[in-house]
C-alpha cells in the first residue's frame, strides 16, 4: 500500500474528501523550498540531505 491509498483510505473512513496532487519529481531544492514555506528555516538550514539523510543498509552475517 502506498502513502497515497493509506491516506484516501483515511479519507474515506472518516467521511471526507480530499484531492491529491501527483508530483512526478521532488529535487532536492523544491524540498528546500517546501521546508522553508511551512517552518520559515531559511532555505540554506533546510537542504534535503539533512532532512532526511540515507539510512545505510544493515549487514547480514552467515555462519
Known amino acids: 500500500m502506498t502513502y497515497k491509498e493509506m491516506m484516501q483510505r483515511m479519507a474515506k473512513v472518516m467521511?471526507?474528501?480530499r484531492?491529491?496532487?501527483d508530483?512526478?519529481?521532488?529535487?532536492i531544492n523544491l524540498s528546500s523550498l517546501w521546508?522553508?514555506?511551512i517552518t520559515g528555516a531559511p532555505k540554506k538550514l533546510?537542504?534535503?540531505y539533512y532532512i532526511m539523510p540515507p539510512?545505510?543498509?544493515k549487514p547480514?552475517?552467515?555462519s
Do not use: E, Q, S
Open 19 to 21: 484531492t491529491f496532487y
Open 46 to 48: 533546510a537542504p534535503a
Open 23 to 27: 508530483i512526478p519529481l521532488l529535487t
Open 35 to 37: 521546508v522553508t514555506l
Open 55 to 57: 539510512i545505510p543498509p
Open 60 to 62: 547480514i552475517y552467515h
Open 15 to 17: 467521511h471526507k474528501h
